[in-house]
Every structure is written in structure tokens, then in C-alpha cells.
């Protein structure tokens, strides 16, 4: 499928969209690498990659950047949502600000590129739609709440995408991705820190980073990632969902029981190391309430005298 006409979404490099730019482009696909920033994917030029400066956030950016698309090569054969924010912490934890930020840009940015390319793709009676998910958006993942409601609002919309949009010629499909190696998590982490102190799940981002390091061991190199996954995207038919390599066993699962799976998100998480913490900090919290009870009692009954 040589000649294909592709927009991909977050290839700031250092990313999974960067090395998805690269992959499409080997395959003799027009692609279109599109970030808030343009320089921070100025060297896929030296792979014929077009550069487009988008905030999938903003429905005026969105539509200019699709209108351009159009209007250079004539239409958008594929289009690769893979734009959004990663947010880490204890779901109680995190401010609102930051959970609106990150449905913003990996839910609602994700269905603002949908609409926009529909049209074109209806009118071609052809096209792909590549949602960028992940397998916590199936299983439960403590200290990633947030994201994880991200991921799985991506996995239902692509759902009801694919019926919806196969009515008109248009393949969807869902990427489930295991651990790959990106910079996402560093960007996070930097984020995290800013209400990490004073939370009452205590040293929860020290603990978390400790069972990351262990389980990006295994995580695959996203150059390898984007490989395979253009080699299934260029196939005549996609599938519904694709894990990616070594998930197998993170999308296996799906299938266990509830109770099975929060245990084992409780041990690969650390959060037994977090007991004590929570324990400590819930009884810290209490005697400050009571304490403040009893001063408005003090207070109350002076007033009365």
C-alpha cells in the first residue's frame, strides 16, 4: 500500500508517533507528522516526513492541520491518533486541572480528529483510523487511575467507531500496547512531583518508579513497535485490536477474574510497601481533625459563657 496518505498525530521525537513517521515513510507512505511544537520533530525531514504544527486540543488547529492535508496530497488514507497525555499518582491525589488536561488531549482531541477527517474519508469510501491505546485501558492499574480512564474512554469510542464507521467504507482499529519505551513517563513524572509531597499515599511516586523500572525491563523498543505495527496497519484488512509484541501476557489478563487482577496490579504496583505510609498519614489526619473539632468546641462553648 505503497503511496498512502498518513497523519499521525504527537511525533515529538523520542515518541512512539516519531518512530511511527519513520516506519510509514520506509514503506513509501506520504506522511504527515503533526505536534504542538515543530521542533521537536524537525530531523523526520531527513525521512521525507512533512511537518504540521497541531494542538489536538484546539478544534481550530485540528481542522486547519486536516485542511492542509487535504489540500497537499488530496486526501487522508490513514490517519494515526496517537496524540495525549500520560498522568500519574493516586486518582484522589491528582488535581482536577490535570485530569481535565488529559481527557482533553487523549479522549476528546482523539474523537476532534475523527470528526475532522470523516468527511474526506466518507467521501473516498475508504480509509483507516489507528487509535493509540493501551492495555491498562482493560485491566485495573492503581497510581494510574487517570490514565488508565483515558485509555479505556479510547478503547469504547473505537468500539462504536469501528460499526459506525464500516458502515461507510472506513477501518478502525485499537492499539493496546504493552510497556514500550517512550519519554511519556519522564514528562509524567515531572508533573507528578508538583502534588507528590503532600500526599496522603505518601512516597507513592518513589514506589511506583522503583516497580517501573522493573517492568520496562521488558518493555520493547518503540522503533520495533512502529515496525510492526505498520506492517499489520498496511495489511488489506485490520484487525479490531492490536496488543503489539510481548503483551501477551498484560492482555491475557482481561480474562481473569476481578479480585485476581487487583491483586496482581497490588504486588506489581508496590503498594504494600505503601501500608504504613497510608496508615500513618490517615492517622495523622485524623487527630488534626479532631483536634480542630475540639477548638471549635472550645470556641463554641466560650461564647456561650
Not at 512533512?50 to 478544534?59: M, N, P
Not at 482536577?96 to 482531541?109: E, Q
Not at 517512550?182 to 514506589?207: C, I
Amino acid at each position: 500500500m505503497a503511496g498512502q496518505v498518513v497523519l499521525i498525530t504527537g511525533c515529538s521525537e523520542g515518541g512512539i508517533g516519531y518512530e511511527l513517521c519513520k516506519a510509514f515513510a520506509a514503506k513509501g507512505c506520504r506522511v504527515f507528522a503533526a505536534a504542538r511544537r515543530l521542533q521537536s520533530m524537525q530531523s523526520l525531514k531527513q525521512h521525507g516526513v512533512q511537518l504540521l504544527q497541531l494542538d489536538v486540543t484546539d478544534s481550530a488547529s485540528v481542522q486547519k492541520a486536516v485542511a492542509d492535508v487535504v489540500a497537499a496530497a488530496g486526501r487522508v488514507d490513514v490517519l494515526v491518533n496517537n496524540a495525549g497525555v500520560v498522568v500519574l499518582g493516586p486518582t484522589a491525589d491528582v488535581p482536577l486541572d490535570d485530569v481535565k488536561a488529559a481527557f482533553n488531549a487523549s479522549v476528546f482531541g482523539l474523537l476532534d480528529m475523527v470528526q475532522a477527517v470523516t468527511p474526506h474519508m466518507a467521501a473516498a469510501g475508504s480509509g483507516r483510523i489507528i487509535n493509540i491505546g493501551s492495555l491498562t485501558g482493560f485491566t485495573p492499574v492503581p497510581l494510574r487511575g487517570i490514565y488508565s480512564a483515558t485509555k479505556g474512554a479510547v478503547m469504547r469510542l473505537s468500539d462504536a467507531l469501528r460499526i459506525e464507521l464500516g458502515m461507510l467504507g472506513v477501518q478502525v482499529m485499537l492499539v493496546a500496547p504493552g510497556f514500550i519505551q517512550s519519554n511519556a513517563r519522564l514528562t509524567a513524572k515531572d508533573t507528578a512531583q508538583s502534588y507528590s509531597r503532600s500526599s496522603l499515599w505518601g512516597n507513592w511516586l518513589e514506589v511506583l518508579e522503583a516497580a517501573m523500572a522493573k517492568l520496562l525491563v521488558k518493555a520493547v523498543p518503540a522503533q520495533h513497535f512502529a515496525e510492526q505495527l505498520v506492517a499489520t496497519a498496511l495489511q488489506p484488512q485490520m484487525p479490531r485490536y492490536w496488543v503489539g509484541p510481548c503483551a501477551g501476557v498484560e492482555w491475557l489478563l482481561r480474562f481473569f477474574p476481578l479480585w485476581l487482577q487487583d491483586r496482581l496490579a497490588f504486588k506489581a504496583m508496590g503498594l504494600h510497601q505503601l501500608r504504613p505510609t497510608v496508615v500513618a498519614a490517615t492517622a495523622k489526619a485524623a487527630a488534626a481533625a479532631a483536634a480542630a473539632a475540639a477548638a471549635a468546641a472550645a470556641a463554641a462553648g466560650r461564647k456561650q459563657e
